[in-house]
């Protein structure tokens, strides 16, 4: 998930660092940047049906960033971003830029990760189609990434004029969220190691992305666990003048022995959480009307298949969450205006639901 939502950062002051050479034990650092950024976003949003909040909402974020050059010619930066919706750091991230040999980094939730680049990736003016309320497999996929794995990215390659991405992640024991300073985190008894690939290629208007993650299960008769965690994501999007359309698909598996609550259709479900395959499609068309205004119209489906079918001399249905969201935004300056409606059927994979619709309008301000 992208945990700036749109909100420009411009940098207020930069003065010279000496602190980073602590450190790194083998090299030193040069004299860096600091710099402090922020926003505020207050929020008005109507809605009925389940999941559908009413009234006034803000959230402000500071994010405090620097960077320094080492002797040898890398170069390393480091951010906290502090959310008062989320009472405290809410990302943070330490990179090394390792020259030709590419970057290395950690990070806290979602900071610096893969899987970001493949999580609802088609074009849109405002917010993804899940902010709108309720789990979509669109949004999960790689998601036990964000805390608590090493992340490299390699550099661009250059291929016949397309422009080649890739990146990787890996966790020692994915799923936990990164310990406090010199103190590991607790052992996770239900997940082992993990792994995430990510491959974009780019040319000209065109990008075409892929991303596969597996997560070990650990001990699989505690947990009803039968076989490992897999979900993956593939995309692609084209823009031509101030047109920009997308596809993506998305497949999630938790691995998860299947229990009474997922063979009904009118249970709510939870990616992740439940026995049976969650299935995402979603395709979007924005348009830039120019360079402050731009409108989009996007649609999602999810589908949850319980992979039952004619067992025990029963059948379960498929159950689609469909979403639809039209959005607008508008920047001057410094200030946003962005504002969507969004409406949403059997919200949580439960057929039964009632349906939903959401209606925000966003104004941010940034310095």
């Given at each position: 998930m992208n945990n700036y939502?749109?909100?420009?950062?411009?940098?207020?002051?930069?003065?010279?660092?000496?602190?980073?050479?602590?450190?790194?034990?083998?090299?030193?650092?040069?004299?860096?940047?600091?710099a402090v950024s922020g926003g505020h976003v207050t929020t008005y949003t109507t809605g009925e049906g389940y999941d559908s909040a009413q009234g006034l909402g803000s959230k402000t974020n500071v994010n405090f960033s620097g960077s320094g050059e080492?002797?040898?010619?890398?170069?390393?930066?480091?951010?906290?971003?502090?959310?008062?919706?989320q009472a405290g750091v809410s990302s943070a991230a330490s990179t090394v830029t390792m020259g030709d040999m590419g970057t290395v980094g950690v990070s806290k939730g979602g900071g610096f990760n893969v899987n970001g680049a493949y999580d609802e990736t088609y074009p849109r003016a405002y917010e993804e189609n899940s902010d709108a309320g309720?789990?979509?497999?669109?949004?999960?996929?790689?998601?036990?990434?964000?805390?608590?794995?090493?992340?490299?990215?390699?550099?661009?390659?250059?291929?016949?004029?397309?422009?080649?991405?890739?990146?990787?992640?890996?966790?020692?024991?994915?799923?936990?969220?990164?310990?406090?300073?010199?103190?590991?985190?607790?052992?996770?008894?239900?997940?082992?190691?993990?792994?995430?690939?990510?491959?974009?290629?780019?040319?000209?208007?065109?990008?075409?992305?892929?991303?596969?993650?597996?997560?070990?299960?650990?001990?699989?008769?505690?947990?009803?666990?039968v076989y490992d965690e897999f979900n993956g994501s593939w995309f692609v999007n084209y823009s031509f003048g101030p047109v920009s359309v997308g596809y993506q698909e998305t497949y999630f598996d938790a691995g998860l022995a299947k229990n009474t609550n997922d063979l009904t259709t009118t249970s709510a479900k939870s990616v992740g959480l439940a026995g049976g395959i969650f299935t995402g499609e979603a395709m979007s068309i924005a348009f830039n009307v120019n360079d402050n205004l731009s409108i989009s119209y996007?649609?999602?489906?999810?589908?949850?298949?319980?992979?039952?079918?004619?067992?025990?001399?029963?059948?379960?249905?498929?159950?689609?969450?469909?979403?639809?969201?039209?959005?607008?935004?508008?920047?001057?300056?410094?200030?946003?205006?962005?504002?969507?409606?969004?409406?949403?059927?059997n919200n949580h994979y439960d057929s039964d639901a009632d349906k939903i619709n959401v209606n925000e309008i966003a104004v941010g301000l940034a310095f």
């Open positions: 939502k749109g909100e420009n950062m411009i940098n207020l002051k930069k003065v010279g660092l000496t602190a980073l050479a602590g450190s790194l034990a083998a090299v030193s650092a040069q004299a860096g940047e600091f080492l002797d040898n010619g890398w170069s390393v930066s480091t951010f906290v971003l502090v959310n008062d919706a309720g789990q979509s497999s669109l949004n999960s996929v790689g998601n036990w990434a964000d805390d608590n794995a090493i992340i490299y990215k390699a550099p661009a390659i250059d291929l016949m004029g397309a422009t080649v991405s890739i990146g990787l992640e890996h966790s020692l024991q994915a799923g936990t969220a990164t310990g406090a300073d010199g103190v590991a985190p607790a052992r996770d008894s239900t997940y082992g190691k993990g792994t995430g690939l990510g491959v974009t290629v780019a040319y000209e208007g065109l990008t075409f992305g892929a991303y596969g993650a597996e997560r070990e299960n650990k001990n699989p008769t505690a947990a009803a666990q996007s649609e999602t489906e999810d589908t949850f298949d319980a992979q039952d079918d004619n067992k025990n001399g029963t059948a379960t249905d498929d159950v689609v969450m469909k979403t639809e969201s039209i959005q607008v935004a508008y920047t001057m300056g410094s200030m946003s205006i962005n504002a969507y409606s969004t409406e949403r059927s």
